[in-house]
């Protein structure tokens, strides 16, 4: 179940990323339709929805939680497969180096930058479906 969700999430934050170029520079929006319950049997109610600060203020985290793990993950990796080639293939070093940095910084990328896109996308898809006001990024005068 978890898995699934994750996927979706993951589907939906590419496409919001391929869609976000083109939403930045969009004119005004009018006024949303009051919330609207169908009743119709096989449809699904319809629900307000974040507002738009929400909703990108959570795009940028999504974006910066990401980046930051890729760009860690490879790093460590690339760090440590380069010392585990060398150490591997001490009479010959460099091409040991070599190898096990490629290797390290893809699997790095892979180990800390996959668990943070599937948690982070989660996060993005709670709050673009979360009710104006109630997700983590609203403005709160407390």
Request: aromatic share 4%; glycine share 16%; proline share 7%.
């Amino acid at each position: 179940m978890i898995v699934r969700q994750a996927a979706v999430t993951a589907g939906m934050a590419v496409a919001a990323i391929g869609l976000a170029a083109g939403v930045s520079h969009a004119g005004p929006v009018p006024a949303p339709a009051p919330a609207v319950t169908s009743t119709a049997p096989g449809t699904l109610p319809f629900h307000d929805v974040a507002s738009r600060e929400e909703n990108d203020r959570a795009f940028a985290q999504f974006g910066a939680q990401v980046g930051i793990a890729v760009t860690v993950g490879s790093l460590v990796g690339t760090m440590a497969g380069a010392g585990i080639g060398c150490v591997a293939t001490l009479p010959a070093c460099l091409p040991g180096l070599v190898t096990g940095a490629g290797i390290g910084g893809v699997v790095g990328t892979i180990v800390a930058g996959g668990p943070t896109l599937g948690v982070s996308a989660y996060q993005l898809w709670e709050t673009y479906n979360a009710a104006p006001g109630t997700s983590m990024y609203a403005d709160r005068d407390e």
